[in-house]
T-cell receptor, first 110, second 114 residues
Framework: GQQVMQIPQYQHVQEGEDFTTYCNSS?????IQWYKQRPGGHPVFLIQ?????EVKKQKRLTFQFGEAKKNSSLHITATQTTDVGTYFC??????????FGKGTRLSVIA | KAGVTQTPRYLIKTRGQQVTLSCSPI?????VSWYQQTPGQGLQFLFE???????NKGNFPGRFSGRQFSNSRSEMNVSTLELGDSALYLC?????????????FGPGTRLTVL
């Protein structure tokens, strides 16, 4: 079945440094979504990408969908303590359910 | 608009017992999905319901079951609980249509099996 792998599992950065998490799927995806889960909270939707090579920005966050629609990345510029949490990617093909990566837990040291 | 609600928020059970968790989706959302979240395993898909029908099912044993009512509210049941069933159970609703739409998660039910 479809698998979604995410790296790194953990990332510790100094406040102000950049952060990137990568997501790779074993199959071509119809769309990829990113979610953020704060400690003790539940996942919250950030964005959805559907087009090959698509790039979307939300303030300091940049999301990319690969040309082959099998990989994606989330880049945060100049991290802040409010960015702390676990970032999940999730993708699906056709009418299959979303498959989530295991997430990247981001710690920001002030 | 009210968000997704889940009850109860916390539950402690012993091995062999059964448990029923409830989820009320956002008004107008017809799809409800259930996920199991454990440390290091991320979110594992249990099942998805749309218009009272199970549309997709994950790789969990038959002890895990669910249903959806005509008002889109959903329940999941776990019978013969095992220690390994201890987890955060998340419910998510979406507008429906196709699977894979943006998921709106509830706060989760934290189940502890002793």
């Amino acid at each position: 079945g479809q698998q979604v792998m995410q790296i790194p599992q953990y990332q510790h950065v100094q406040e102000g440094e950049d952060f990137t998490t990568y997501c790779n799927s074993s199959t071509t995806l119809s769309n990829i979504q990113w979610y953020k889960q704060r400690p003790g909270g539940h996942p919250v939707f950030l964005i959805q990408l559907v087009k090959s090579g698509e790039v979307k920005k939300q303030k300091r966050l940049t999301f990319q969908f690969g040309e082959a629609k099998k990989n994606s990345s989330l880049h945060i510029t100049a991290t802040q303590t409010t960015d702390v949490g676990t970032y999940f990617c999730a993708g699906n093909s056709g009418n299959t359910p979303l498959v989530f990566g295991k997430g990247t837990r981001l710690s920001v040291i002030a | 608009k009210a968000g997704v609600t889940q009850t109860p928020r916390y539950l402690i059970k012993t091995r062999g017992q059964q448990v029923t968790l409830s989820c009320s989706p956002i008004s107008g959302h017809r799809s409800v999905s259930w996920y199991q979240q454990t440390p290091g395993q991320g979110l594992q898909f249990l099942f998805e319901y749309f218009s009272e029908t199970q549309r997709n099912k994950g790789n969990f044993p038959g002890r895990f079951s669910g249903r959806q009512f005509s008002n889109s509210r959903s329940e999941m049941n776990v019978s013969t609980l095992e220690l390994g069933d201890s987890a955060l159970y998340l419910c998510a609703s979406s507008l429906g249509g196709q699977s894979g739409n943006e998921q709106f998660f509830g706060p989760g039910t934290r189940l502890t099996v002793l």
